[in-house]
């Protein structure tokens, strides 16, 4: 049984070949009686002139007895094999076609159609080469022309709001007299097809960049919108979600903050752009208040009146809008008021002025000999306290301070800030968005 299948595996292996060989186009129809020598010469002619024509088919050759073609020989590619079947198939009177060419494995015979197409391509190219200098000095003249134009800077600052925006539209120029040297270049020597294979794969890098950057290009457009509608200028005092500090700069790429410790505070743009923005300097007038707790015995009318017009009293305290007082709320052992007023923060320091009106409403409020008690709470303590035979010691109430309303502290607005914001602007080295030209909001 080892014995037959054996002698099978091998007989397949040695038909194999074979077969594969007879594999290809074979001609269809009766085979005619009166095939000779002259006709099996005459397709040998055809079929010998067909394969001269054609390139690859140098080492083939052909015979033909009683119309059975046989080609023998090599060829440099392996597809053109079959080809000689189809082609031999197509002369009328081949009965049957026997294809032993084989596929050359000569390196030097292989190298030898490289080197030709080497050699042609090289030829093709020097051929161009008058036709590539011409594309290129026109592509590049168109370049240079955008170039120049956009150094120009006289027109750009006159149409754009601020530096920043002139710089952008100097770029989008170049880049679009770029884009059209290239397209002329590319339409001198007739290969605009590469264009299209260019922008495609343009716009897929481009695709992959952006996903890759869009941090940044979202506060590249924040710096764009905060620079043409600015909701803030130099020197102005800001709460950007929670990062108090006075202007100094906006740059391209990030707000610059001095905070009242003297400090640098750095804020991207983006952050900017979508945080709410409290500018305490746009208007010169500006509220302060404070909270005082009143001892419930007291009379509260009297009190508010009392505080009210210490407040009106105050040369700092505007007059408009005027000063308020109101009860706003009940605690456990105190009620509490809050005192209001309005301050010019421009010709006073307000910080200092809330609390010279702090100061004056609670001087006031004791000389009128109204409480103002600290809270206090009672303790209920469970069990059995030890008993003393000592007295207890209350301890003394602490005397309270006096002041007069009349002693005024300077309340000069405080510049030391300002003074410093100043001297940031002077010596920073990048570009300022912040202009007195650009609208506010």
Do not use: C
Request: proline content about 5%; overall charge negative; charged content about 20%.
């Amino acid at each position: 049984m080892r014995a037959f299948l054996l002698t099978a595996i091998l007989a397949l292996t040695l038909w194999g070949p074979s077969v594969s060989a007879q594999g290809g186009a074979q001609p269809s129809g009766a085979i005619s009686t009166t095939q000779d020598s002259a006709a099996d010469a005459a397709i040998q002619r055809r079929i010998q002139t067909i394969i001269a024509a054609l390139d690859g088919y140098d080492t083939v050759q052909v015979t033909v007895q009683d119309g059975i073609v046989t080609f023998t020989g090599e060829v440099l590619d392996g597809e053109d094999i079959p080809r000689l079947d189809d082609l031999a198939a197509r002369v009328d009177g081949v009965v049957a076609i026997e294809n032993e060419v084989d596929e050359s494995t000569d390196v030097a015979q292989r190298l030898d159609p490289v080197v030709d197409r080497f050699q042609d391509r090289l030829a093709q190219a020097v051929a161009y080469l008058p036709l590539v200098a011409i594309a290129v000095s026109a592509g590049g003249a168109v370049i240079f022309g955008g170039i120049l134009l956009a150094r120009w800077e006289a027109p750009w600052r006159r149409l754009a709001p601020n530096g920043f925006i002139a710089d952008i539209y100097r770029m989008v120029l170049r880049l679009v007299f770029v884009l059209a040297g290239v397209v002329i270049a590319l339409d001198i020597l007739n290969a605009t097809a590469v264009l299209t294979g260019l922008l495609g794969a343009a716009g897929i890098v481009g695709l992959a960049v952006g996903f890759a950057v869009r941090d940044t290009v979202e506060n590249f457009i924040a710096s764009v919108m905060l620079s043409l509608r600015q909701p803030f200028r130099p020197n102005d005092f800001v709460d950007i979600e929670g990062s108090m500090g006075s202007v100094i700069r906006l740059t391209s790429r990030a707000t610059v903050l001095l905070d009242p410790n003297g400090n640098h505070v750095r804020l991207p743009n983006a952050t900017v752009f979508k945080s709410k923005i409290i500018n305490y300097t746009r208007n010169a007038e500006r509220r302060f208040s404070f909270v005082l707790g009143i001892d419930p015995a007291a009379d509260l009318s009297a009190a508010r009146r009392i505080g009210l017009s210490t407040l009106e009293g105050l040369e700092f305290v505007l007059d408009d809008p005027a000063p308020q007082v109101w009860i706003s709320e009940a605690g456990d052992s105190t009620i509490a008021v809050e005192f209001l007023g309005w301050v010019n923060q421009r010709e006073v320091n307000f910080a200092v002025a809330r609390g010279e009106a702090l100061r004056s409403v609670m001087a006031a409020l004791t000389a009128a000999d109204i409480g103002l008690p600290e809270p206090t709470y009672r303790l209920a303590i469970s069990g059995t306290l030890p008993t003393t035979t000592e007295p207890v010691q209350t301890p003394a109430a602490a005397p309270r301070p006096t002041a007069s309303p009349a002693d005024v502290e300077d309340l000069a607005a405080d510049t030391t800030i300002e003074r410093m914001v100043d001297e940031e602007r002077r010596e920073a080295k990048s570009d300022d968005l912040l202009s007195d030209a650009a609208p506010e909001e």
